[in-house]
């Protein structure tokens, strides 16, 4: 099974798949420069995934999450305004000018009640953790900052125009701060938007290999995919429908959005499961989120350098939508839930509790 990311700017790759316009190739050179970005904060992107894994935090209430990723962006040269949208803890990392094209990468944070797993293929849930990162949010937001910051380095040595953002977005799992900040008109000057969620794996050593063959006992199912789909590079799709559950929808309607996919889980987990949570907490979630953040930051590269390909993907963008589409938020005109989590987290009680 495979966890998901995004990115401002892969979009354009997905709206283009039926476009004549194809975007050139980076050279060998910079593609060198990108992924030797990535690999030299690979380490650091390990420690801050691990670290948000064990201090999981639930929907508007990632304070220490958010934290983390805007002090990373802000060391690395980013401006960061925090508590967009009515939102504390959402927020938008920017670098660069916009004499370019605007390129978006979207980090999500949340984790879910229930779910709390140690980083064992067996269930061992933590004693005094309530919650778990059983939809990979902690590979999600620190793979995006890793692309980030990799591209941002990549800017400024090539002197490449344009300008690079990281949406900080708050309670994908049901509370939809990804819609609030489109009513907020956030997005409206973004060119495209980037998701990473799943691309191919990398290598497994033989200890992480034994952990998926023990997880992949617990798993339900007659038909489970074998272990080698974890390394195949699926086919991307256009335009294609998926029924699942994600605020990222709402930026689809607004800006080209692409989503990346890397098997950051054991092939036949489900979302939302403590096996989610379990991988992401070791070496094989950490390792996919590392290809990841490679190849966000290599796509958004190759988008800077394509105005075509770009223009492309609005056109498609464009006819997809309709020439008399608008925008309408299922949330209506309600402000962001930001105590929905409050209960599950234990913070309501405790408030209610005599002093």
């Given at each position: 099974?495979?966890?998901?990311f995004?990115?401002?700017?892969v ?7 039926s476009?004549?316009a194809l ?11 990108v992924?030797?970005n990535?690999q030299?904060y690979a380490?650091r ?11 999981p ?6 304070t ?9 962006l ?11 949208a009515?939102m504390p ?12 094209p605007?390129?978006?990468?979207l980090a999500?944070?949340?984790?879910l009640p229930?779910?709390?797993q ?8 933590i ?8 939809c ?6 620190s ?6 910051i990799?591209v941002?380095?990549?800017l400024?040595?090539t002197?490449t125009?344009?300008?690079l953002r ?5 309670a ?14 956030l997005?409206?000057?973004?060119d ?6 799943r691309?191919r ?6 200890e992480e ?6 997880l992949r ?7 489970l995919p074998p272990?080698s ?8 799709r256009?335009?294609g ?7 990222s ?16 889980w054991?092939p036949?987990t489900?979302a939302?499961?403590w ?7 070791m070496?094989i979630g ?10 966000l930051?290599?796509?958004a ?8 390909t770009?223009?492309a993907?609005k056109?498609?963008?464009?006819k ?12 209506g ?7 929905y989590?409050?209960?599950s987290s234990?913070v309501a ?7």
């Open positions: 099974m495979t966890r998901q995004f990115l401002a700017g979009a354009c790759l997905a709206l283009v798949g476009s004549p975007p050139a190739e980076l050279s060998a050179a910079n593609q060198a420069k992924l030797a990535v030299a380490p992107m390990s420690e801050v995934a691990l670290k948000i894994w064990e201090m935090e639930l929907g508007y209430l990632e220490k999450t958010t934290a983390l990723l805007q002090s990373e802000k060391k690395a040269g980013f401006t960061i305004e925090a508590g967009v009515g803890t959402s927020f938008i990392a920017r670098r660069g000018s916009k004499d370019g605007v390129i978006a990468i999500e944070m949340d984790s229930g779910l709390s140690a980083a064992t293929p067996e269930r061992k849930p004693p005094g953790v309530i919650s778990g990162h059983a990979g949010h902690n590979l999600f937001g793979g995006s900052v890793a692309a980030a990799a941002k380095k990549w400024e040595e002197g125009k344009g300008q990281v949406y900080g977005t708050p994908e799992e049901g509370g939809g701060g990804k819609d609030y900040m489109v009513q907020a008109g997005f409206k000057d973004v495209v938007d980037a998701n990473l969620r691309v794996a990398p290598v497994w050593t033989a290999t034994a952990f998926d063959e023990k006992t617990t798993l339900v199912g007659d038909n272990i789909s974890a390394h195949e590079i699926q086919k991307y256009v335009n429908q998926k029924y699942s559950s994600t605020d929808g709402d930026v689809s309607w607004v800006t080209p959005l692409a989503t990346l996919n890397t098997a950051t054991v036949g489900a939302h499961s096996q989610a949570t379990a991988t992401g907490g070496g950490i390792k996919a989120a590392v290809v990841a953040a490679k190849t930051a290599l796509t590269a190759q988008l800077y350098q394509s105005s075509e770009i223009a993907a056109a498609e963008f464009e997809s939508r309709g020439p008399n589409f608008v925008y309408k938020s299922l949330a005109s309600r402000k962001p839930p930001l105590d989590r409050k209960t234990g009680a405790a408030d209610a509790a005599p002093g």
